[in-house]
């Protein structure tokens, strides 16, 4: 039932095991929490999951907190909702990160990471970046949601002037071929005049870059593919000929 997100079955079945004394134990709790999750009831999936222990299991603990984040993102989308609804949504999923503190560092990223997806989908940019800086070890995950957030907002040169932040930097951070497509993808979105310009530019300095060869990261046919939607916007004059070039 919990699977299936059929509140009506599982609540039958909680009755049942009330009237037979039966007490639900926290592998249960955590499919009562998802159950809830699908549907989007905020309330009563976090409601279950604060009975869970976090210190004794840990690991159903973290699993409960990132589906009652689903079910925020889930209410979310719900189009009916209000924008003051979805404001005091957004609150709530932002306090509920702030006071859990869950056993490892990798779990607890992914925890404000779930939080800075809802942002980028539903809330504003500097919420995304506060949010990203809470990140002690960012995956390439994070990154990608950092960056769609940016292209989304049509501001494809701050994810770019980032991503160049990122190459130089001494250590190897979480990125990969799906993040530098990301970038490529802000500027298919991006409404800048240079458009073509920037994303060309972009894809050279990753084809000379030492450090993006040592990664892997390198042109591919989504790459191609998104230049070829930047050669193919109206504003460029010689857009044809450009994208006949990429080909």
């Known amino acids: 039932y919990g699977t299936r997100g ?3 079955g599982m609540t039958a079945v909680l009755k049942d095991m009330n009237a037979l004394g039966i007490s639900l134990d926290s592998i249960g709790t955590t499919h009562v929490v998802y159950c809830y999750a699908r549907v989007g009831d905020v309330y009563r999936a976090q409601q279950h999951m604060e009975s869970i222990n976090g210190e004794r299991e840990p690991d159903l603990k973290a699993q409960s907190v990132q ?3 689903q079910a925020y993102r889930t209410a979310l989308s719900d189009k009916s909702k209000s924008r003051l609804e979805r404001e005091r949504l ?6 509920l990160v702030k006071t859990t503190q869950l056993d490892s560092e990798d779990s607890q990223d992914r925890m404000i990471g779930m939080l800075m997806d809802l942002y980028a989908r539903f809330g504003s940019l500097r919420d995304v970046q506060e949010t990203f800086n809470l990140i002690k070890k960012p995956t390439a995950v994070a990154y990608g949601i950092f ?4 292209g989304n907002a049509n501001r494809a ?6 991503f160049h932040r ?17 970038v490529m993808d802000s500027w298919v979105k991006s409404t800048a005049i240079d458009t ?6 972009l894809l050279k300095v990753v084809d000379l870059s030492v450090t993006c060869q040592k990664w892997g990261i390198r042109a591919d046919l989504y790459t191609m593919n998104c230049l070829l939607k930047c050669a193919a916007k109206p504003q460029f004059d010689f ?3 450009k994208a006949e070039h990429i080909l």
């Open 6 to 8: 059929n509140v009506r």
């Open 196 to 201: 073509f310009d920037s994303a060309y530019e």
């Open 157 to 162: 040169e701050y994810a770019t002037e980032r």
């Open 90 to 95: 957004l609150s709530n999923a932002n306090e």
């Open 67 to 69: 589906n009652v984040l």
């Open 166 to 182: 990122l190459l130089a930097e001494e250590y190897r951070p979480a990125l990969d071929l799906s993040v530098f497509n990301t």
């Open 239 to 241: 857009g044809a000929e």
């Open 147 to 150: 960056f769609k957030a940016y």
